[in-house]
């Protein structure tokens, strides 16, 4: 894990980075115990590799796209992570070419909605939406540290959030959400 480059980041850049420490192995694996039976996962916001990690353990064989926008965190992914595929560019973007993912793919975001810089928090949000709606069994694993669910959803959305664990253990406690059709998937 590049520690150095988070904290670099998390001070030049705090609505970008939204935490104060990389996530912990408890929240990564709380994370990645989300995943169910998907064909593929995209983890978006994927910063130093913690969550990366657990879901590489959780499910090794499974095809893994990991996408942080930071190049430095994104150079030291794909070292750490050979077997991973690695995109350096926003989110709606990487979603936006990756419509011919399989149906039930699933999204694992660190990405950190309450304070990214609203025109590109709307952006995302539009993005994971758009890319939620094309099929039902995909969802989106997310995690903010309020306590409340970490963005809301238009009226009249199928998409229901669903509260699945609460991690103490992460600096700070961190909630794991799941966004998916009617029942939160």
């Given at each position: 894990m590049?520690?150095?480059?988070?904290?670099?980041?998390?001070?030049?850049?705090?609505?970008?980075?939204?935490?104060?420490?990389?996530?912990s192995r408890r929240l990564a694996r709380s994370m990645a115990g989300q995943?169910?039976?998907?064909?593929?996962?995209?983890?978006?916001?994927?910063?130093?590799?913690?969550?990366?990690?657990?879901?590489r353990e959780a499910a090794p064989a499974l095809p893994l796209l990991a996408v942080e926008l930071q190049p430095d965190l994104a150079v030291g992914l794909q070292r750490r992570f050979p077997d991973?595929?690695?995109?350096?560019?926003?989110?709606?973007e990487v979603l936006a070419d990756r419509a011919s993912l399989p149906d039930d793919?699933?999204?694992?975001?660190?990405?950190?909605?309450?304070?990214?810089p609203a025109p590109l928090r709307e952006t995302t949000r539009h993005a994971?939406?758009?890319?939620?709606?094309?099929?039902?069994a995909r969802r989106l694993v997310q995690y903010t540290y309020q306590p409340r669910a970490p963005f809301a959803l238009p009226p009249r959305s199928r998409l229901r959030w669903s509260l699945r664990d609460v991690v103490w253990g992460n600096l700070p406690p961190a909630g794991v959400w799941v966004l998916g059709g009617d029942r939160g998937a």
């Open positions: 590049n520690t150095s480059v988070f904290v670099a980041l998390a001070l030049t850049r705090p609505s970008l980075v939204g935490a104060l420490a990389p996530s995943i169910g039976s998907a064909a593929a996962v995209v983890e978006l916001g994927a910063g130093t590799g913690a969550v990366t990690a657990a879901l991973v595929d690695v995109a350096c560019a926003p989110a709606h793919t699933v999204l694992v975001s660190s990405l950190p909605f309450r304070s990214l994971l939406l758009d890319f939620l709606a094309a099929h039902p």
